[in-house]
T-cell receptor, first 112, second 112 residues
């Protein structure tokens, strides 16, 4: 059974650009959540989607957005990139809410 | 507001030692607690999930316990190996959502 797949794994952008990250959950999982990991702030929750609906959103500016498709695949978008957005972005999926979370390998974003 | 703390921040042990990693949380009304492992530059690997009604869970050389009343969980690693070297994170969900609150992790080094 394939795990959580995130693409791209690495990307470099410049300030002001935008980026879209993709996440394919484990087959059968309908909940997808996103986290940002930085050395200074650790792991911080971005948002959670369940059955194409955003159920929760973390304390991030509106430049961070996401969506989930009918096949449970999810994308997150960051517009007007800032240097501080450089981070490892992790996607996680679960079969049901309050169940075990399974994470992907992450997308490493560097903003220059 | 739920806060998760992990002590120690770093630990270095010789191969073969049994060791205990600690995780404490401030709000005992948790649904579950999950332990993860993270290798450098990689995503998170789920190790153990303990439901709030459980006292402990075991997987191979790993044993995790949960004491909700005292707000503590421990991860016991038996007969440590160099391959166990990684950062270990614990996390609890924020109420009934999938918003996980993570500890800052314990960085473990097992010396050959």
């Amino acid at each position: 059974k394939a795990g959580v797949t995130q693409t791209p794994r690495y990307l470099i952008k410049t300030r002001g650009q935008q980026v879209t990250l993709s996440c394919s959950p484990i087959s059968g999982h309908r909940s997808v959540s996103w986290y940002q990991q930085t050395p200074g702030q650790g792991l911080q929750f971005l948002f959670e989607y369940f059955s194409e609906t955003q159920r929760n959103k973390g304390n991030f500016p509106g430049r961070f957005s996401g969506r989930q498709f009918s096949n449970s695949r999810s994308e997150m978008n960051v517009s007007t990139l800032e240097l501080g957005d450089s981070a490892l972005y992790l996607c996680a999926s679960s079969f049901q809410r309050t169940g075990e979370l399974f994470f992907g390998e992450g997308s490493r974003l560097t903003v220059l | 507001k739920q806060e998760v703390t992990q002590i120690p921040a770093a630990l270095s042990v010789p191969e073969g030692e049994n060791l205990v990693l600690n995780c404490s949380f401030t709000d005992s009304a948790i649904y579950n607690l999950q332990w993860f492992r993270q290798d450098p530059g990689k995503g998170l690997t789920s190790l153990l999930l303990i439901q709030s009604s459980q006292r402990e869970q075991t997987s191979g050389r790993l044993n995790a316990s949960l004491d909700k009343s005292s707000g503590r969980s421990t991860l016991y690693i038996a007969a440590s190996q160099p391959g166990d070297s990684a950062t270990y994170l614990c996390a609890v969900p924020m109420d009934s959502s999938y918003k996980l609150i993570f500890g800052s992790g314990t960085r473990l080094l097992v010396r050959p």
